[in-house]
């Protein structure tokens, strides 16, 4: 299965960015990457998903990378409340659509 | 509307008991799926269903393990004689379509299980 590698943690002022890393230097043509977040002692949340060009919608933005080896979901204004664990995932027939297999992800942690 | 939601939001038992979670998918969502999460973990694939085809049992853990979804709706995870190390939180998630890359899984707010 292709897999994606995100750091452990992460740390951010709050009002301030965060560029939120993902590889997955296994990715296929037809794979989509996902991202989610789950909030503490809350069920995951869809945040964006993209496939070839950068995504932006009332969340974050996700920046793909040319060759799609890579990705970053770009937060613009950090808030105490976007501290969470954040999972890059990629979905495609390859690692079948509907079996969606989560990594430890990102745990975000804002500074007030 | 209505989210998905997940009932008990906390069980308690005792080890060697049988335990039944349940799950109410989003109205209309032909895909739903089991997760398990054990404390400070990431999730864990159990199960999922689409539609009419046969379930993907791939992730469950052992044969104590058992889910069904009646009707193409609701869905129980069962567990038989249950064991210390299946204290989790068990999360259930639907989503509209199944086959497609870009369909959004919508996540209840989970049981969490102690066995005692």
């Known amino acids: 299965d292709a897999k994606t590698t995100q750091p452990n943690s992460m740390e951010s002022n709050e009002e301030e960015p965060v560029h939120l890393p993902c590889n997955h230097s296994t990715i296929s043509g037809t794979d989509y990457i996902h991202w989610y977040r789950q909030l503490p002692s809350q069920g995951p949340e869809y945040v964006i998903h993209?496939?070839?060009s950068n995504v932006n919608n009332r969340m974050a933005s996700l920046a793909i990378a040319e060759d799609r080896k890579s990705s970053t979901l770009i937060l613009h204004r950090a808030t105490l409340r976007d501290a969470a664990v954040y999972y890059c995932?990629?979905?495609?027939?390859?690692?079948?659509?509907?079996?969606?297999?989560f990594g430890p992800g990102t745990s975000l942690s804002v500074i007030p | 509307g209505a989210g998905v939601s997940q009932s008990p939001s906390n069980k308690v038992t005792e080890k060697g008991k049988d335990v039944e979670l349940r799950c109410d998918p989003i109205?209309?969502?032909?895909?739903l799926y089991w997760y398990r999460q054990s404390l400070g973990q990431g999730l864990e694939f159990l199960i999922y269903f689409q539609g009419n085809s046969a379930p993907d049992k791939s992730g469950l853990p052992s044969d104590r393990f058992s889910a069904e979804r009646t009707g193409g709706s609701v869905s129980t995870l069962t567990i038989q004689r249950t064991q210390q190390e299946d204290s989790a939180v068990y999360l259930c998630a639907s989503s509209l379509e199944t086959g497609l890359g870009y369909n959004e899984q919508f996540f209840g707010p989970g049981t969490r299980l102690t066995v005692l």
């Open positions: 109205s209309g969502h032909t895909a």
């Open positions: 995932i990629l979905r495609g027939w390859e690692t079948s659509y509907d079996k969606v297999i």
């Open positions: 993209g496939l070839t």
